[in-house]
């Protein structure tokens, strides 16, 4: 009786203690494991469109923040390195941003469209209207800034076009509507 009674807990035992075990392990996984990203063509999208702006913008964009902003003469495009010690990637921003402000005011913008593979809106008119849109490259703490600015009603509706898109396409959750 005593045999049979330790025979009974024993394998009792056996069988809980495994799964103790498992069920703590599965509710360790649940919280040390972030939900994962909802996954699809978008994502992936994504991660080729910052691959491709890596690439083309030369300095990584997760080390870095754009802004996009909508202003009653224009708008502006503002990058800056995320840490204040990162001079390497402000000053990459830097060169860049000097390149596309001369690019944009020749009516080049391959580097837009490479990095989202597509012509974002607006492009064809701020191109036809180059003469008539004014590009200003200015250094800011962290990074730069590419401030444009119009007095023609079609390039400013261009200008607004194409910021909208970048905004988007970036995902920045700058305002969609005209600041000051």
Not at 92 to 102: D, S, T
Not at 166 to 177: A, N, R, Y
Request: charged share 25%; no cysteine; aromatic share 6%.
């Amino acid at each position: 009786m005593k045999v049979r009674r330790f025979l009974i807990i024993a394998l009792g035992t056996l069988t809980m203690v495994p799964a103790i075990f498992i069920v703590k392990a599965q509710q360790q996984d649940k919280k040390s494991s972030p939900p994962a990203p909802m996954s699809g063509m978008s994502n992936m999208q994504d991660e080729k469109m910052n691959e491709r702006g890596d690439h083309v913008m030369g300095f990584d964009h997760t080390k870095t923040t754009h802004h996009f902003r909508l202003l009653s003469d224009g708008g502006s495009i503002e990058i800056a390195a995320n840490s204040s010690q990162d001079k390497e990637s402000r000053d990459q921003i830097r060169m860049h941003l000097g390149h596309i402000a001369k690019m944009f005011a020749d009516g080049n913008f391959n580097a837009p469209m490479l990095i989202h593979d597509q012509i974002p809106p607006g492009v064809p008119t701020m191109q036809k209207l180059k003469s008539d849109i004014q590009y200003k490259f200015e250094e800011t703490e962290q990074g730069a800034r590419i401030r444009m600015s119009t007095s023609s009603p079609e390039a400013l509706r261009a200008i607004y076009d194409f910021l909208r898109f970048q905004i988007k396409e970036h995902k920045t959750g700058d305002s969609l509507d005209v600041g000051q």
